[in-house]
């Protein structure tokens, strides 16, 4: 955060930074909480979450608060007395505090720029300052006072703000163990808090006594249909059309196995909160609960036992390096160039198959629409050509990359949208909760030396012990923090030299390749040989992530002509960019002619090169 210390300097306070003696309240703030017309279900706790904001921010800087400014159900828009506010600036211009914090520019003035310029004007003779925690800003410094302006003359049009309002709100609620959305299937909400459904919790509850009596997920769901219980969809929706909602239309009411897993896996059914499918804990480090649950802590530990139990384990298999793994979602895929490749006439999936017999098998892929009979133009390209040429394309344009260039955004998205959300979650999740541990350490210094609630012996070993709890509890988190280890970057310099590189890209695990190969590659179009008037290396487009994926080509016609393709193909084996090709090698790049063919006219052109290098 810049603090523009010259700027102080400048205004005639030599203090460099909270605390210096030039302010006679030196780091000293308040925090200022407003309401507004919030929709009524975010109302409640709207002040707590302004407050643990402000209380945050003020600790990263040192700063005590000593005073709070509150307004309630007061719109900041309107010209009307807001004491609070007022009372605020007073504090400030009368050097009672150094520092008021703010939530966000438009909990403290949505009239604009003009009226919010003359309020920092004051506070810069008084060596006040307001520190907009959202948007981190500090009135002090002279970069942050034009953008406090901007966003003054935006926040009279709210709307934006509500979302990052919302998401506070809930963040909020799960620390407080409070459930402050739709119901979940199994319970109804009192008072925020979960509580079982008298009819829904005995279905959760036979699922899980039939599962963990040895049925399987799809039996349990048929069981169900069966008894004709609606899903867990069907009742929560049929509830938002009563409502008068307007909902997507679902596909079936009935239990599928993956709903049935849904019921089983689910914090919830245990009354625990959760984030992104992550337990939320409290500062002890205990799941936080929202209610009562349909099952025990236990319970849901043996489910998740049972679970971990059934998935199945790879025994068997060609590639020695899956015996042992789990299967995962579905089956894992096989070649490189699966899910990948996609014929550029038809935009279908090509299938990777095996052509010739014995030894001289080889590998292509093909249309699969064509490999069908559904009629499409195109054709098959050889297995082993097609995924060198990704992966050549694929280095060669990432070594090209320029830091700003458009793909390594793509990337970087994509990285994060894949590698992430889990460590960055429980990152997330773990300072919070030790900046919450800090300030009960501080409150409890607070209470004893400067609020003097600790004076006789008994009350002193009490809070002895609570400071060593609080101590523990500091500890544990920053050591679970630490273990988190550095925040993962993603450098493409570094990819390039290691996984990318050629003699460890041939030892990567496949599913590592196809990981790398998804970060940057939407799309690999395949075209057919044109009747051989086009070469191999026009034949692959390699659709990059920063870019458009063309439209499919129904219509290629031309004479079928495989001189110019197999001339292509020489020159590249001349040039030393591929090993000599066989007949039938050839044949199955190009696609439309025969073996001897192919032999023949690769011959000749050898002679025709061969004779043309002769002096
Ligand atoms: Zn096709």
Known sequence: MAVSREHRAAGGHA?????????????????????????VDYDPFSPDTQRRICRQAADQRGVKLVSEFVDLDLSARKDIYRPG?????????NQEIEYLFVPTVDRFSRRGMGQVGLVLDELEKAGGRIIFVKEGLDSADPNSRLIIGVLAERARGESDQISWRVQQFHETTRRMGLWARVRPYGYVVE???????????????????????????????????DDGVPCPKAVIQAEAVAKGHRVKPLR??????????????????AALVSHNRQLVYDENGDPISCGEGILTLGERARVLA???????????????GRIGMHTGGGRPAKYLGTGFARCGHCHGAMNRTFVGAGDKQHGVYRCARKGRGQGCRGGSIMADAL?????WRYTARLAACEPDDPLVDAIAERWLSQALPASEADRKRLSDALEVAKRRIKDLYDDRYERHMFERPEDLADWEERVTRARLQRDALQARLDALGPRETLDIGGLLET??????????????????????????????????????????LVVFADEEVPEPVPDDDAPQDARPLIAALVAEERAGARAPLTGREAAATIGFIK????????????????QGNQP
């Open 306 to 320: 049972e679970l971990e139990r059934r998935r199945a384990t790879v025994r068997n298999a060609k590639d020695v």
């Open 499 to 540: 996984e990318l590189s050629n003699e460890a890209w041939k030892q990567t695990p496949l599913e590592r390749q196809r990981d790398l190969l998804r970060l940057g590659v939407k799309v690999v179009l395949v075209y057919n040989a044109k009747r051989g008037q086009r070469a191999i290396s026009d034949r692959i």
């Open 85 to 93: 506010y007022e009372d605020g600036i007073k504090a400030l211009v």
């Open 252 to 269: 079936t009411t009935k239990w599928s196995y993956i709903a049935v897993r849904g019921i089983l896996t689910a914090p919830v059914t």
């Open 595 to 610: 073996e001897r063919q192919a032999q023949k006219l690769l011959a000749e052109e050898r002679t025709k090169r061969a």
């Open 387 to 391: 995924e060198n040429e990704i992966v």
């Open 15 to 39: 203090s460099p930074a909270a605390g210096g003696p030039a302010h006679p309240a030196a780091g000293l703030g308040g925090d200022y909480i407003r309401l507004s017309d919030m929709p």
């Open 191 to 225: 008072d925020y808090r979960l509580k079982p459904h008298p009819g829904e919790a005995l279905v959760v509850r036979g699922i899980v006594d039939e599962f963990l009596d040895g049925a399987a997920l799809r039996a349990i769901a048929g069981r169900l249909n």
